[in-house]
């Protein structure tokens, strides 16, 4: 059974498209987060969620826009695509929100063109 | 200046070598240190993780933390073509709730 998963895997579409990433985990985890990874294989959280509770907001151009429909759900969406949005996404989840232990789904490789 | 330095590499060592990977990091209020496994193509999955300063062994893993200096490592004893990966670390600050990753080692074992 996987832990988290993520659909699409892969994601090809043109800039100024929009699109969603979806995410489940069947952990029983409470808190979700969305996290990007470019190229230089940098990770850095985006979106985390609590109980469907919005608990950490970074930085993000607000064409990203996350829906939590319940804890166990994480969906990513983004509006507007532009070529920069070009990265890997991860999903992750853990128990509780002091996040020392999360778990990471597969991935979703995003490409605009 | 990024909060969290690793060298990014690529690592290439010949098979049984021991490996050393090694984070700096700026802020003294981060507590909690964790290694990250990335295999090609998935997730980064926990590896190691410790609290404070002290070593943590963990079969051919041991993680070491030395808050004086800022300074974490990871040694994989008795390298294998199987840990071939890019190796994460991370940090959080006490009763915070965001990991902060450091760029990530690619280390290739080398049969």
């Known amino acids: 059974d996987t832990a988290v998963s993520q659909t699409p895997k892969y994601l090809v579409t043109q800039m100024g498209n929009d699109k969603s990433i979806k995410c489940e985990q069947n952990?029983?985890?409470?808190?979700m987060y969305w996290y990007k990874q470019d190229s230089k294989k940098f990770l850095k959280i985006m979106f985390s969620?609590?109980?469907?509770?919005?608990?950490i907001n970074e930085t993000v151009p607000n064409r990203f826009s996350p829906k939590s429909p319940d804890k166990a759900h994480l969906n990513l969406h983004i509006n507007s695509l532009e070529l920069g949005d070009s990265a890997v996404y991860f999903c992750?989840?853990?128990?509780?929100?002091?996040?020392?232990?999360?778990?990471f789904g597969p991935g979703t490789r995003l490409t605009v063109t | 200046q990024k909060e969290v330095e690793q060298d990014p590499g690529p690592l290439s060592v010949p098979e049984g070598a021991i490996v050393s990977l090694n984070c700096t990091y700026s802020?003294?209020?981060?507590?909690?240190f964790m290694w990250y496994r990335q295999y090609s193509r998935k997730g980064p999955e926990l590896l190691m993780y410790?609290?404070?300063?002290g070593n943590k062994e963990d079969g051919r893993f041991t993680a070491q933390v030395d808050k004086s200096s800022k300074y974490i490592s990871l040694f994989i004893r008795d390298s294998q073509p199987s840990d071939s990966a890019t190796y994460l670390c991370?940090?959080?600050?006490?009763?915070?709730?965001?990991?902060?990753f450091g760029q990530g080692t690619r280390l290739t074992i080398n049969p």
């Open positions: 410790t609290y404070s300063s």
């Open positions: 992750a989840s853990s128990l509780g929100t002091v996040s020392n232990e999360q778990y």
């Open positions: 991370a940090m959080i600050k006490r009763g915070a709730q965001k990991l902060v």
């Open positions: 802020n003294s209020a981060f507590q909690y």
């Open positions: 969620y609590n109980n469907k509770e919005l608990i």
């Open positions: 952990l029983g985890h409470d808190t």
